[in-house]
């Protein structure tokens, strides 16, 4: 069903179509930094109350959203949106700010000069029925004679901007490299969508490579000969007989292969020399460097992530091979013994939705380093016709979506690791071993709090009594042995105070190590980008005076330029050339790109007593660095970034060294079992055995059980899994009824029967009727009358998405009239909905409390309206919260969101709230506000209980309800009930290793019958 803002909106809002929505719409004022959206501070103010022309509150709430996903900026009368933005946006939201429609017509480029001269230009001209027109750009406007202006869309944004850029240089500047990416950002401009001739230039690609990969080459001798990977499909061959083009001691250059110029830039420039300078592996060094590339090549300068293509000696075709170790049963990585398969024999290997991710993550790396084939499971697979590749992908995935769940193939070990390898022989040993060092009664001494600015509570008191009992039981074991006990997987609730408590424990840990006379060593915390900030606002807020030598936050625009290394420019050497006879390393012949160690002075970064901050991504890229550093605690917040173990931040993480490691998740498993396992390994190796064992007792009764009984066998795995780590995994949840904690209380419609929190609201739970149980019913009928007749596996997902609309709203996906000028006509509106309505009542005795509510949906189209409406019911600046998660690495974005929230909080009394659970991820505390209703209930249960956290958490000081209003139908169940029911059956024992997976639309088409 296509969604249309401004259609339906108008309509819904005012009764009529958007362009001719009643009262004047925000001035709007171009010029070449973007458009400004602007009023009088009065009609602004007035604006955000919900009062004044009804188009221009439309415009706000447009604003508004584009102001929490970061890209518009507010000023004292209206906005700021920036020329790339306005491009960006689509119709809908373009015509709700009357900007004006796309230009329709081509361009044509004339291209005067050679790419080597100074003298190089370009022009683009408007193409209209074969003749050239000059043009103008103004911000994100096309002007084409005293034509109206046109909006640029995303690509042309792109081609004219490269164009002032290049226009803007001087003469000195326009040299070769500066005249090719120009071309190279027309060229993505064409690909991108733009109707674009470029003369000579359309049969020429100019390429600039993104990264630079590796490709090996196995040579008779069963050495690799390497050759870099420029990403273009560009094979070993045509560039070995290139490279002589190049002036390697130079900046930068440009490579001529076939139709192609590739242009290196300096960085670029440096990858080339790092491969080229380490070319040959010697035979007897192949398998260290598939396990381990990094110890060999610098991974600052090369893109390791995409993994390597090697090439089948005497066949000439490419062969993808993961880096990651692979288990001692499948050494011969090279095989030229055996033919590749052809794609439609994945259909045995690929199985399950996981082993599809994991083949398409192979293929996207072999393909970007054109390789003819993959390898997956043990087997090659030919991919050498794409079309062909993709054909038999989308048919293993279109079975996957209907057909149960197979077993898991026993010769999956791709997820075995180095270190898991090394355990293979003791697993079982050396389990019960460290369960048992674990399980001793040693009491750990009691926690200073006469530095602390707030007590802990006696949740958290035990938490850091568990740490400091890990901690001092790892410090008297033997430090030689890998497998000694070194950490521990906190896995507490959300909002329970784990940074708190880790800083409490890491106090604790100096000041004993201060007290036994030895010298104190560097902390080191690593956690996502958005959360640095959090971790120093904690620190000043823990300790009245801070225990530590320094923090230092190394993070690129902070501490990291100090401690760089000024013109290093690799990290890592060739660290096989440098082992001795008897296989020992001297740590002073290695260059680092940090500055580290007793040589450093007092410029050393792993100063004791300092704290250090940095992120999953500075680890792996100074890995070397890092790992070399004696620390005292490592802690990883959010520690689910290192749940994969093929990547190199993984490995980084499994490779630092420390007296204790933590790792601190509210989410221990994500996605699969796998996740636990490899968090588990990196805490405290050998507590769970290797992969292959692993996977043989947790994770394949699950995928053998039939889908009737493979939740209940998902809890029992998960409750066994949770007594086999012991002491090891510390869990707590709220729902505990902690001391500290307010009550929490469920309150749903659709209850039989009360259990714990949960508790009957019959009121919370209304019958459609009128137009609502007219359309609802229309739907059904309709697909009963199609089923009868047609093949209606597509009609039912789309029947099923219309039930999901109209539940929320009968007139959510059509143009009719409901008139709203005040209260009472918004009051009106809502009452067409039988759940809106429920929302409505409850936000009135809500407001009689004078208390605070989020409401939390995932149609965009929904809370919209919701704002609109109650805006004007309530008279409130009601913010919405609807940035994606990937936005919380954008600093702008964390802060605008941060501050919505303490404006919401800041009201005195009753205030509104809107958010979609999907953004209410990490970083979001709302506790200023005790009531949550889900009107629109997210189909994982486990987002939907992240979003329930933000308002119950550590700081709330009210009793907390989450409210769960449904639609009925009045003669069988309908869409609500069906979708309540089967998100209760996900409801597991949270105390146990394994979460509840989500709702699918299959699922709910078979509950439904449809």
């Given at each position: 069903?296509?969604?249309?803002?401004?259609?339906?909106?108008?309509?819904?809002?005012?009764?009529?179509?958007?362009?001719?929505?009643?009262?004047?719409?925000?001035?709007?004022?171009?010029?070449?930094?973007?458009?400004?959206?602007?009023?009088?501070?009065?009609?602004?103010?007035?604006?955000?109350?919900?009062?004044?022309?009804?188009?221009?509150?439309?415009?706000?709430?447009?604003?508004?959203?584009?102001?929490?996903?970061?890209?518009?900026?507010?000023?004292?009368?209206?906005?700021?949106?920036?020329?790339?933005?306005?491009?960006?946006?689509?119709?809908?939201?373009?015509?709700?700010?009357?900007?004006?429609?796309?230009?329709?017509?081509?361009?044509?480029?004339?291209?005067?000069?050679?790419?080597?001269?100074?003298?190089?230009?370009?022009?683009?001209?408007?193409?209209?029925?074969?003749?050239?027109?000059?043009?103008?750009?103004?911000?994100?406007?096309?002007?084409?004679?005293?034509?109206?202006?046109?909006?640029?869309?995303?690509?042309?944004?792109?081609?004219?901007?490269?164009?002032?850029?290049?226009?803007?240089?001087?003469?000195?500047?326009?040299?070769?490299?500066?005249?090719?990416?120009?071309?190279?950002?027309?060229?993505?401009?064409?690909?991108?969508?733009?109707?674009?001739?470029?003369?000579?230039?359309?049969?020429?690609?100019?390429?600039?490579?993104?990264?630079?990969?590796?490709?090996?080459?196995?040579?008779?001798?069963?050495?690799?000969?390497?050759?870099?990977?420029?990403?273009?499909?560009?094979?070993?061959?045509?560039?070995?007989?290139?490279?002589?083009?190049?002036?390697?001691?130079?900046?930068?250059?440009?490579?001529?292969?076939?139709?192609?110029?590739?242009?290196?830039?300096?960085?670029?420039?440096?990858?080339?020399?790092?491969?080229?300078?380490?070319?040959?592996?010697?035979?007897?060094?192949?398998?260290?460097?598939?396990?381990?590339?990094?110890?060999?090549?610098?991974?600052?300068?090369?893109?390791?992530?995409?993994?390597?293509?090697?090439?089948?000696?005497?066949?000439?075709?490419?062969?993808?091979?993961?880096?990651?170790?692979?288990?001692?049963?499948?050494?011969?990585?090279?095989?030229?013994?055996?033919?590749?398969?052809?794609?439609?024999?994945?259909?045995?290997?690929?199985?399950?939705?996981?082993?599809?991710?994991?083949?398409?993550?192979?293929?996207?790396?072999?393909?970007?380093?054109?390789?003819?084939?993959?390898?997956?499971?043990?087997?090659?697979?030919?991919?050498?016709?794409?079309?062909?590749?993709?054909?038999?992908?989308?048919?293993?995935?279109?079975?996957?979506?209907?057909?149960?769940?197979?077993?898991e193939q026993e010769g999956n070990d791709q997820l075995a690791t180095e270190r898991v390898t090394l355990l293979l022989k003791d697993a079982d040993e050396l389990n019960r071993e460290l369960l048992i060092k674990a399980q001793q009664q040693d009491r750990a001494p009691g926690v200073d709090a006469s530095n602390l600015l707030r007590s802990p509570y006696p949740h958290q008191a035990q938490?850091?009594?568990?740490?400091?009992?890990?901690?001092?039981?790892?410090?008297?074991?033997?430090?030689?042995?890998?497998?000694?006990?070194?950490?521990?997987?906190?896995?507490?609730?959300?909002?329970?105070?784990?940074?708190?408590?880790?800083?409490?424990?890491?106090?604790?840990?100096?000041?004993?190590?201060?007290?036994?006379?030895?010298?104190?060593?560097?902390?080191?915390?690593?956690?996502?980008?958005?959360?640095?900030?959090?971790?120093?606002?904690?620190?000043?807020?823990?300790?009245?005076?801070?225990?530590?030598?320094?923090?230092?936050?190394?993070?690129?625009?902070?501490?990291?330029?100090?401690?760089?290394?000024?013109?290093?420019?690799?990290?890592?050497?060739?660290?096989?050339?440098?082992?001795?006879?008897?296989?020992?390393?001297?740590?002073?012949?290695?260059?680092?790109?940090?500055?580290?160690?007793?040589?450093?002075?007092?410029?050393?970064?792993?100063?004791?007593?300092?704290?250090?901050?940095?992120?999953?991504?500075?680890?792996?890229?100074?890995?070397?660095?890092?790992?070399?550093?004696?620390?005292?605690?490592?802690?990883?917040?959010?520690?689910?970034?290192?749940?994969?173990?093929?990547?190199?931040?993984?490995?980084?993480?499994?490779?630092?060294?420390?007296?204790?490691?933590?790792?601190?998740?509210?989410?221990?498993?994500?996605?699969?079992?796998?996740?636990?396992?490899?968090?588990?390994?990196?805490?405290?190796?050998?507590?769970?055995?290797?992969?292959?064992?692993?996977?043989?007792?947790?994770?394949?009764?699950?995928?053998?059980?039939?889908?009737?009984?493979?939740?209940?066998?998902?809890?029992?795995?998960?409750?066994?899994?949770?007594?086999?780590?012991?002491?090891?995994?510390?869990?707590?949840?709220?729902?505990?009824?902690?001391?500290?904690?307010?009550?929490?209380?469920?309150?749903?419609?659709?209850?039989?029967?009360?259990?714990?929190?949960?508790?009957?609201?019959?009121?919370?739970?209304?019958?459609?009727?009128?137009?609502?149980?007219?359309?609802?019913?229309?739907?059904?009928?309709?697909?009963?009358?199609?089923?009868?007749?047609?093949?209606?596996?597509?009609?039912?997902?789309?029947?099923?998405?219309?039930?999901?609309?109209?539940?929320?709203?009968?007139?959510?996906?059509?143009?009719?009239?409901?008139?709203?000028?005040?209260?009472?006509?918004?009051?009106?509106?809502?009452?067409?909905?039988?759940?809106?309505?429920?929302?409505?009542?409850?936000?009135?005795?809500?407001?009689?409390?004078?208390?605070?509510?989020?409401?939390?949906?995932?149609?965009?189209?929904?809370?919209?309206?919701?704002?609109?409406?109650?805006?004007?019911?309530?008279?409130?600046?009601?913010?919405?919260?609807?940035?994606?998660?990937?936005?919380?690495?954008?600093?702008?974005?964390?802060?605008?969101?941060?501050?919505?929230?303490?404006?919401?909080?800041?009201?005195?009394?009753?205030?509104?709230?809107?958010?979609?659970?999907?953004?209410?991820?990490?970083?979001?505390?709302?506790?200023?506000?005790?009531?949550?209703?889900?009107?629109?209930?997210?189909?994982?249960?486990?987002?939907?209980?992240?979003?329930?956290?933000?308002?119950?958490?550590?700081?709330?000081?009210?009793?907390?309800?989450?409210?769960?209003?449904?639609?009925?139908?009045?003669?069988?169940?309908?869409?609500?009930?069906?979708?309540?029911?089967?998100?209760?059956?996900?409801?597991?024992?949270?105390?146990?290793?394994?979460?509840?997976?989500?709702?699918?639309?299959?699922?709910?088409?078979?509950?439904?019958?449809?």
């Amino acid at each position: 069903m296509k969604n249309h803002l401004k259609d339906l909106f108008g309509s819904l809002m005012f009764g009529r179509q958007a362009t001719g929505i009643d009262g004047e719409p925000l001035q709007t004022q171009v010029d070449s930094s973007g458009l400004l959206f602007f009023a009088s501070p009065q009609t602004i103010a007035e604006l955000k109350a919900g009062k004044g022309s009804p188009i221009a509150l439309l415009q706000m709430v447009v604003l508004q959203m584009l102001l929490e996903q970061g890209d518009a900026e507010s000023l004292p009368n209206g906005y700021l949106v920036s020329s790339r933005v306005a491009a960006a946006l689509d119709d809908e939201q373009a015509d709700l700010l009357n900007l004006p429609g796309r230009f329709t017509h081509g361009f044509v480029a004339n291209v005067k000069g050679h790419t080597r001269n100074s003298g190089f230009r370009v022009q683009l001209f408007a193409s209209i029925d074969g003749k050239e027109y000059p043009i103008l750009i103004k911000g994100p406007y096309l002007h084409v004679g005293q034509s109206q202006p046109y909006r640029l869309n995303p690509a042309e944004m792109s081609a004219f901007s490269a164009l002032a850029g290049h226009s803007s240089l001087s003469p000195d500047e326009t040299g070769e490299a500066a005249n090719l990416r120009l071309m190279a950002q027309l060229q993505a401009a064409r690909r991108s969508g733009m109707d674009l001739a470029l003369g000579a230039f359309s049969n020429l690609d100019v390429v600039v490579p993104e990264g630079i990969g590796v490709v090996a080459t196995r040579m008779p001798d069963g050495s690799l000969e390497l050759c870099p990977s420029l990403g273009d499909g560009s094979t070993p061959d045509q560039l070995d007989k290139r490279w002589s083009q190049l002036d390697l001691t130079r900046d930068g250059g440009v490579l001529r292969v076939e139709e192609r110029l590739v242009l290196l830039e300096p960085e670029k420039i440096a990858a080339v020399r790092e491969v080229l300078g380490s070319r040959l592996i010697p035979a007897n060094k192949v398998e260290e460097f598939i396990k381990t590339p990094s110890a060999f090549l610098d991974a600052s300068l090369i893109n390791l992530d995409m993994g390597f293509s090697v090439r089948v000696l005497g066949i000439g075709k490419m062969l993808h091979v993961d880096f990651g170790p692979l288990d001692d049963k499948k050494r011969d990585w090279f095989a030229t013994s055996s033919r590749p398969q052809p794609p439609e024999s994945l259909h045995k290997h690929v199985t399950c939705n996981e082993d599809l991710d994991a083949f398409k993550e192979r293929l996207h790396a072999a393909q970007a380093q054109g390789a003819q084939i993959v390898e997956f499971e043990g087997e090659q697979f030919d991919i050498s016709e794409p079309a062909n590749v993709s054909s038999v992908l989308r048919n293993i995935e279109a079975d996957l979506q209907h057909k149960p769940v197979k077993q898991e193939q026993e010769g999956n070990d791709q997820l075995a690791t180095e270190r898991v390898t090394l355990l293979l022989k003791d697993a079982d040993e050396l389990n019960r071993e460290l369960l048992i060092k674990a399980q001793q009664q040693d009491r750990a001494p009691g926690v200073d709090a006469s530095n602390l600015l707030r007590s802990p509570y006696p949740h958290q008191a035990q938490g850091i009594s568990w740490m400091l009992d890990l901690l001092l039981k790892a410090l008297a074991d033997d430090h030689e042995n890998m497998y000694r006990l070194q950490g521990a997987l906190l896995a507490d609730d959300m909002g329970l105070g784990k940074t708190f408590m880790t800083l409490v424990m890491v106090a604790e840990y100096l000041a004993i190590q201060t007290a036994a006379g030895k010298t104190q060593k560097p902390i080191l915390v690593v956690a996502p980008l958005s959360l640095l900030e959090n971790w120093e606002d904690e620190i000043s807020k823990t300790f009245k005076t801070s225990p530590f030598r320094d923090v230092k936050v190394l993070q690129a625009g902070r501490d990291l330029s100090e401690f760089r290394i000024k013109g290093a420019q690799r990290e890592s050497l060739q660290l096989a050339d440098l082992l001795d006879e008897s296989d020992a390393m001297s740590e002073a012949d290695i260059r680092y790109s940090l500055q580290i160690g007793w040589e450093a002075g007092t410029q050393r970064l792993d100063m004791g007593g300092r704290v250090v901050l940095t992120t999953y991504q500075t680890l792996r890229d100074y890995q070397f660095s890092l790992c070399v550093i004696d620390w005292g605690v490592v802690i990883f917040d959010e520690a689910q970034n290192i749940k994969n173990p093929n990547t190199l931040q993984t490995r980084a993480a499994k490779g630092l060294k420390a007296d204790f490691k933590l790792l601190a998740t509210g989410t221990p498993v994500e996605n699969s079992l796998g996740d636990f396992w490899c968090l588990m390994d990196t805490a405290q190796p050998g507590l769970l055995g290797n992969w292959a064992e692993f996977r043989s007792k947790w994770i394949t009764p699950v995928t053998q059980a039939t889908e009737e009984t493979r939740d209940q066998m998902r809890i029992e795995i998960g409750s066994s899994l949770r007594e086999a780590v012991g002491p090891f995994m510390l869990r707590r949840i709220k729902e505990q009824q902690l001391e500290g904690l307010p009550n929490k209380y469920i309150r749903s419609g659709l209850l039989q029967s009360e259990a714990g929190n949960l508790h009957r609201a019959p009121e919370l739970a209304v019958a459609m009727k009128g137009g609502q149980l007219q359309a609802y019913d229309g739907v059904l009928d309709s697909y009963r009358r199609q089923r009868v007749e047609e093949d209606m596996r597509g009609q039912a997902l789309s029947a099923l998405q219309q039930l999901r609309s109209i539940s929320l709203h009968p007139r959510m996906g059509d143009t009719g009239l409901l008139r709203v000028t005040g209260a009472e006509a918004a009051r009106n509106a809502i009452a067409e909905s039988a759940k809106l309505s429920v929302v409505l009542e409850q936000l009135d005795c809500i407001k009689a409390k004078g208390e605070k509510v989020i409401l939390f949906m995932v149609t965009k189209q929904l809370q919209i309206a919701l704002k609109m409406w109650l805006s004007q019911i309530y008279g409130l600046d009601i913010h919405i919260i609807n940035g994606d998660t990937a936005a919380v690495q954008k600093k702008r974005d964390v802060l605008t969101r941060k501050k919505m929230i303490e404006q919401f909080e800041s009201v005195a009394g009753f205030n509104i709230i809107i958010m979609s659970p999907i953004a209410a991820g990490v970083g979001l505390t709302v506790v200023g506000a005790n009531h949550v209703i889900h009107v629109e209930r997210h189909w994982n249960p486990a987002k939907e209980a992240q979003a329930t956290d933000r308002v119950y958490r550590i700081g709330q000081a009210k009793d907390v309800y989450v409210h769960l209003p449904a639609a009925l139908h009045p003669q069988f169940d309908s869409f609500d009930v069906h979708l309540d029911r089967l998100l209760s059956g996900k409801l597991m024992i949270k105390d146990a290793v394994v979460t509840p997976e989500p709702v699918d639309e299959k699922s709910m088409v078979t509950s439904m019958g449809l």
